[in-house]
């Protein structure tokens, strides 16, 4: 199975201000079609996940874009560039290149 | 908009099997090009991949290597609807179970979820 690491596990961040989790995957995340399929998803508490970002940086109709999403070679990156209340949530990273394997999740909440 | 829902018993009894239904609306579980999936969550695992049904032609199923001897996925065209039972159930199949929609070109961008039913598996 492909393994993804998420760091860190929790962060409390001020409002208003940039929050940025990692996620690295055990091997690369290149289809033979030549995408990467490496999503973002939001859960908040009681909610099943919501997609926010695909293929890396695509966002989902809908999504804020102060959500984004960025790679170097097999580390991913979700960034919220102005937290809100609303984004209080654990956040995780999903490949669906080889099978489906889901990150460990990281929670944000509001300092 | 396509929209899932989840429905079953809540409380499965060890070693018996454990049978979801998901209910599509919004879409057609025959389409082409379409899959649909099942996920669970756990305290213990966290999300867990389960396995994929789609239709091609003929129904087709994909099961995580973990479950597999233990699953079976099957869709229903008649009824808009998919289902999943796992054999031989133990305390540690209690889990959330959520259905997905998946798309793309490998089928596993899994777009839009049902909400999910707990399913505890107890005595």
């Known amino acids: 199975d492909v393994v993804l690491t998420q760091s860190p596990v929790s962060l409390a961040v001020t409002l208003g201000q940039a929050a940025s989790i990692s996620c690295r995957a055990s091997?690369?995340?290149?289809?033979?079609?030549?995408?990467?399929?490496l999503s973002w998803f939001q859960q908040r508490a009681g909610q099943s996940p919501r997609r926010l970002i695909y293929?890396?940086?695509i966002r989902d109709s809908g999504v804020p874009d102060r959500f984004s999403g960025s790679a170097s070679g097999s580390d991913f990156t979700l960034r919220i560039s102005r937290v809100e209340a609303d984004d209080v949530a654990v956040y995780y990273c999903?490949?669906?290149?080889?099978?489906?394997?889901f990150g460990g999740g990281t929670r944000v909440d509001i300092k | 908009q396509v929209q899932l829902r989840e429905s079953g018993p809540r409380l499965v009894r060890p070693s018996q099997t454990l049978s979801i239904t998901c209910v599509v609306s919004?879409?057609?579980?025959?389409?082409?090009?379409?899959?649909w999936n099942w996920i669970r969550q756990s305290s213990s695992r966290g999300l867990e991949w389960l396995g994929r049904?789609?239709?091609?032609?003929?129904?087709?199923?994909d099961n995580h290597p973990s479950v597999r001897s233990r699953v079976t996925m099957n869709g229903d065209a008649s009824q808009n609807q998919f289902t999943l039972q796992v054999t031989s159930v133990t305390e540690g199949d209690t889990a959330v179970y959520f259905c997905?929609?998946?798309?793309?070109?490998?089928?596993?961008?899994?777009?839009?979820w049902g909400p999910g039913i707990r399913v505890t598996v107890s005595s």
């Open positions: 997905a929609r998946g798309g793309g070109k490998t089928g596993t961008e899994l777009d839009s």
């Open positions: 919004g879409d057609t579980v025959s389409r082409k090009g379409v899959t």
């Open positions: 049904t789609y239709f091609n032609s003929y129904w087709y199923n």
């Open positions: 091997q690369s995340l290149v289809h033979r079609d030549g995408n990467t399929y």
């Open positions: 293929q890396i940086s």
């Open positions: 999903v490949q669906g290149t080889e099978w489906v394997t």
